[in-house]
């Protein structure tokens, strides 16, 4: 079984439409988060999760909205997509707050047109 | 803000050559960790290193975390094609990690 799963794999979208972006872990862990990485390979954190509350949150456009239902899902949804947002989002997760190591899930490759 | 510097950028090696990359931190860390993440994949754990002066050993990789707690390396013995891919540090100071910019390794056979 996948430990950290994400969907959709690929979007393709036109610029001024909302989408989101859904992650599931069953680790078990207490925190997740959510990565943009670049063309570059540039990894940035967005947002961390833990039990449910958030507790990062770098300089994001508030057009990203995390939303975590419950501690196993964190989603990521994104208002008036702009080319600028075209990148990989990983979702991640680990075991506590202040035990960092990441398990990362497959990534989804955003393109905006 | 705690910052995280990595060098080089690329490294093109020959297999069976050598591969060192190297990272520095503005900060004193907590623990350094060091992920690899395959062309088209994503980052996958390797090791963490928490006490100072550490050497850590994986097969043929080999991860040391500085006296201070501010640098780290990690280097590749006899590199394989399987090597290839981007090698991130990833420093901890407080609750936050910070990535560096990472390192592409290309092997060429």
């Known amino acids: 079984d996948t430990a950290v799963s994400q969907t959709p794999k690929y979007l393709v979208t036109q610029m001024g439409n909302d989408k989101s972006i859904k992650c599931e872990q069953n680790?078990?862990?207490?925190?997740m988060y959510w990565y943009k990485q670049d063309s570059k390979k540039f990894l940035k954190i967005m947002f961390s999760?833990?039990?449910?509350?958030?507790?990062i949150n770098e300089t994001v456009p508030n057009r990203f909205s995390p939303k975590s239902p419950d501690k196993a899902h964190l989603n990521l949804h994104i208002n008036s997509l702009e080319l600028g947002d075209s990148a990989v989002y990983f979702c991640?997760?680990?075991?506590?707050?202040?035990?960092?190591?990441?398990?990362f899930g497959p990534g989804t490759r955003l393109l905006v047109l | 803000g705690q910052q995280v510097m990595q060098i080089p950028q690329y490294q093109h090696v020959q297999e069976g050559e050598d591969f060192t990359t190297y990272c520095n931190s503005s900060?004193?860390?907590?623990?350094i960790q060091w992920y690899k993440q395959r062309p088209g994949g994503h980052p996958v754990f390797l090791i963490q290193?928490?006490?100072?002066?550490e050497v850590k050993k994986q097969k043929r990789l080999t991860f040391q975390f500085g006296e201070a707690k501010k640098n780290s390396s990690l280097h590749i013995t006899a590199t394989q094609t399987t090597d290839v891919g981007t090698y991130f540090c990833?420093?901890?100071?407080?609750?936050?990690?910070?990535f560096g910019a990472g390192t592409i390794l290309r092997v060429k056979s």
């Open positions: 991640a997760s680990s075991p506590f707050l202040y035990q960092e190591t990441q398990y």
């Open positions: 680790l078990g862990h207490d925190t």
């Open positions: 999760y833990n039990n449910k509350e958030l507790i």
């Open positions: 900060t004193t860390l907590s623990n």
């Open positions: 290193l928490v006490k100072s002066g």
């Open positions: 990833a420093g901890q100071n407080g609750n936050k990690l910070v």
